[in-house]
């Protein structure tokens, strides 16, 4: 009876360890194909990352944030990479007033290599991946006691 009575009362004084506030973060990649018979590379996109009150909390909460950034990353990618034409125009904006100073043949020479540069960077959007998640604490600061004393003080005043 007594050995009862105490593990009850050890029972009760034993608290679960509260969640520890978490960050969890991830890389986006994109997958992309130069040409048809290439090996695909990865280009890194952005880091995702997300918090919550415990791991499994900002596990969630950036798992659900990459299936709303894996579509817009697709997105970005086939603009960015499979659009030549607005590769063109951009680059063409970008250096129209040296244009309007060249001969023809020098104009000519600089819109070739122009295009040739847009047709290097040109590929295929395969996939967009993300890295391993990984998890980690956020860090707890305790508030300064000064500060708290400092509350009290003006409370009262």
Same mark, same amino acid.
Request: proline content about 5%; hydrophobic content about 35%.
């Given at each position: 009876?007594?050995?009862s009575?105490?593990?009850?009362?050890?029972?009760?004084?034993?608290?679960?360890?509260a969640?520890?506030?978490?960050?969890?973060?991830?890389v986006?990649?994109?997958? *992309?194909?130069? !040409?048809? @018979?290439?090996a695909?590379?990865?280009?890194?996109y952005?880091?995702? $990352? &997300?918090?919550?009150?415990? %791991?499994?909390?900002?596990?969630?909460?950036?798992e659900?944030?990459?299936?709303?950034?894996?579509?817009?990353?697709?997105?970005?990618?086939?603009?960015?990479?499979?659009?030549?034409?607005?590769? *063109?125009?951009? !680059?063409? @904006?970008?250096n129209?007033?040296?244009?309007?100073?060249?001969?023809? $043949? &020098?104009?000519?020479?600089l %819109?070739?290599?122009?295009?040739e540069?847009?047709?290097?960077?040109?590929?295929?959007?395969?996939?967009v991946?993300?890295?391993?998640?990984?998890?980690?604490?956020?860090?707890?600061t305790?508030?300064?006691?000064?500060?708290?004393?400092?509350?009290?003080?003006?409370?009262?005043k």
């Amino acid at each position: 009876m007594v050995i009862s009575r105490q593990i009850n009362a050890f029972a009760e004084d034993v608290v679960p360890p509260a969640s520890v506030p978490s960050i969890c973060e991830t890389v986006l990649q994109l997958e *992309l194909v130069s !040409k048809p @018979d290439a090996a695909p590379r990865k280009v890194d996109y952005a880091l995702v $990352s &997300a918090s919550g009150g415990g %791991e499994e909390e900002a596990k969630v909460e950036l798992e659900k944030q990459l299936i709303l950034k894996k579509g817009s990353a697709m997105q970005a990618c086939r603009h960015q990479y499979e659009n030549t034409a607005d590769c *063109l125009a951009a !680059k063409l @904006d970008t250096n129209s007033s040296n244009l309007r100073t060249l001969s023809f $043949s &020098a104009r000519k020479h600089l %819109e070739e290599s122009i295009a040739e540069d847009c047709k290097k960077r040109a590929a295929t959007c395969v996939a967009v991946s993300n890295t391993e998640i990984k998890c980690r604490a956020l860090p707890i600061t305790p508030a300064p006691e000064n500060e708290k004393k400092s509350d009290k003080a003006k409370a009262k005043k």
